[in-house]
């Protein structure tokens, strides 16, 4: 994935951070975990550019930033949580992640190319690819167009009528098409057994935090919490817009101490009822959630992404990764500005496809 995005885009200013860029949103259609997609491009990415001149903060930073396009790009976790939590419809809200996701990913790349353009020695283009070359790079890219394809054609039916399946059932053959594709390119017993050593782990570990949740929320309602947080929220003489602006703040805060599924369940069953009492939809205010813990994954003291890039290339100082992430910050508070500003951003995917 990586090798073809820098064939196709390098060109550009700064064009292999852009394809960085690029690579880690493909790459995110698949894992649909963040820390996962950091951990490999900083072996896979930062080398690449270290060698031809990037600094190497702003290298880290790329990879680090890019890691969290996961949170949005189905089949993002985070978006699974925040559906059981909420109890949301998982396909619409992997859906309404797909454009804000994209559009995340570009946000990033125009300010890479603008900061190229500007700054002088910043970004070399890397030049002298033939198009033979840039169309052989795709057949091995391929199957990550094709596990895409077929859980949201899955979840999702593009000829009319019901779905073909539950996202569940849709990420279950997502699993298998990958586990084929495995076979193919020779995966051993031993890799095998790992990864569902792992998967078990993992698996274990969210039903636990879901069972925990599934408490939380039931005590929250014996004590009557969220109802009167609500209706506390909706008789403030406060616009709707300055209670979420003050809502998403207090995220920020929280992000800099807690990790982001931990965040979502402290937060989620007082906050939501609260929001859709102002009004607001809630697959709207997922995504808008689910952004702000993606800037969380980059927010100092606990930007976890930061840790796994530093984690990976001890080489490159914890605090430079850090800095390396200071100018897509900025992207990113104005990415939820624009979702704020223009929500069929968000909406019109899931709109379109699911009415």
Not at 1 to 8: D, Y
Not at 316 to 345: C, E, K, N, Q
């Given at each position: 994935?990586?090798?073809?995005?820098?064939?196709?885009l390098a060109w550009v200013p700064g064009g292999l951070a852009v394809s960085t860029v690029f690579a880690t949103a493909g790459f995110a259609a698949v894992s649909g975990a963040s820390v996962?997609?950091?951990?490999?491009?900083?072996?896979?990415?930062?080398?690449?550019?270290?060698?031809?001149?990037?600094?190497?903060?702003?290298?880290?930073?790329?990879?680090?930033?890019?890691?969290?396009?996961?949170?949005?790009?189905?089949?993002?976790?985070?978006?699974?949580?925040?559906?059981?939590?909420?109890?949301?419809?998982?396909?619409?809200?992997?859906?309404?992640?797909?454009?804000?996701?994209?559009?995340?990913?570009?946000?990033?790349?125009?300010?890479?190319?603008?900061?190229?353009?500007?700054?002088?020695?910043?970004?070399?283009?890397?030049?002298?690819?033939?198009?033979?070359?840039?169309?052989?790079?795709?057949?091995?890219?391929?199957?990550?167009?094709?596990?895409?394809?077929?859980?949201?054609?899955?979840?999702?039916?593009?000829?009319?009528?019901?779905?073909?399946?539950?996202?569940?059932?849709?990420?279950?053959?997502?699993?298998?098409?990958?586990?084929?594709?495995?076979?193919?390119?020779?995966?051993?017993?031993?890799?095998?057994?790992?990864?569902?050593?792992?998967?078990?782990?993992?698996?274990?570990?969210?039903?636990?935090?879901?069972?925990?949740?599934?408490?939380?929320?039931?005590?929250?309602?014996?004590?009557?919490?969220?109802?009167?947080?609500?209706?506390?929220?909706?008789?403030?003489?406060?616009?709707?817009?300055?209670?979420?602006?003050?809502?998403?703040?207090?995220?920020?805060?929280?992000?800099?101490?807690?990790d982001a599924i931990g965040m979502l369940l402290l937060t989620l069953p007082v906050v939501y009822p609260a929001v859709i009492g102002l009004g607001y939809d809630p697959i709207w205010f997922?995504?808008?959630?689910?952004?702000?813990?993606?800037?969380?994954?980059?927010?100092?003291?606990?930007?976890?992404?930061?840790?796994?890039?530093?984690?990976?290339?001890?080489?490159?100082?914890?605090?430079?990764?850090?800095?390396?992430?200071?100018?897509?910050?900025?992207?990113?508070?104005?990415?939820?500005?624009?979702?704020?500003?223009?929500?069929?951003?968000?909406?019109?995917?899931?709109?379109?496809?699911?009415?």
């Open positions: 994935m990586f090798e073809a995005a820098k064939r196709w996962a997609t950091s951990a490999v491009f900083a072996r896979i990415a930062i080398p690449e550019m270290l060698k031809i001149g990037y600094d190497k903060r702003f290298a880290a930073g790329v990879v680090a930033a890019g890691g969290t396009l996961a949170s949005l790009i189905p089949p993002s976790a985070i978006l699974v949580i925040y559906a059981i939590i909420v109890e949301q419809d998982v396909g619409k809200l992997l859906l309404a992640g797909f454009i804000p996701g994209m559009f995340s990913a570009v946000i990033y790349g125009m300010l890479i190319i603008g900061m190229a353009v500007v700054i002088k020695g910043f970004g070399p283009a890397v030049t002298g690819f033939t198009w033979k070359e840039r169309f052989l790079s795709l057949p091995p890219a391929l199957p990550i167009v094709v596990v895409v394809v077929t859980i949201i054609f899955f979840v999702y039916n593009p000829f009319g009528g019901d779905a073909w399946g539950t996202p569940t059932e849709g990420g279950a053959i997502g699993a298998f098409v990958v586990f084929l594709m495995a076979l193919y390119r020779g995966m051993r017993w031993s890799e095998l057994k790992d990864a569902l050593l792992e998967t078990a782990k993992l698996s274990v570990m969210i039903f636990t935090i879901i069972w925990g949740v599934l408490v939380y929320v039931r005590f929250l309602g014996f004590a009557e919490l969220p109802s009167a947080f609500s209706d506390w929220i909706t008789s403030l003489e406060m616009s709707p817009m300055l209670i979420l602006i003050c809502i998403l703040l207090a995220y920020a805060v929280l992000g800099m101490f807690m997922g995504i808008i959630v689910v952004k702000m813990v993606e800037i969380c994954l980059i927010t100092p003291p606990i930007g976890l992404n930061c840790y796994v890039v530093n984690g990976v290339r001890p080489d490159i100082p914890l605090a430079d990764v850090f800095r390396g992430i200071g100018p897509f910050f900025v992207a990113d508070v104005l990415t939820v500005a624009l979702f704020i500003a223009f929500p069929s951003l968000i909406l019109w995917l899931p709109q379109q496809m699911l009415n």
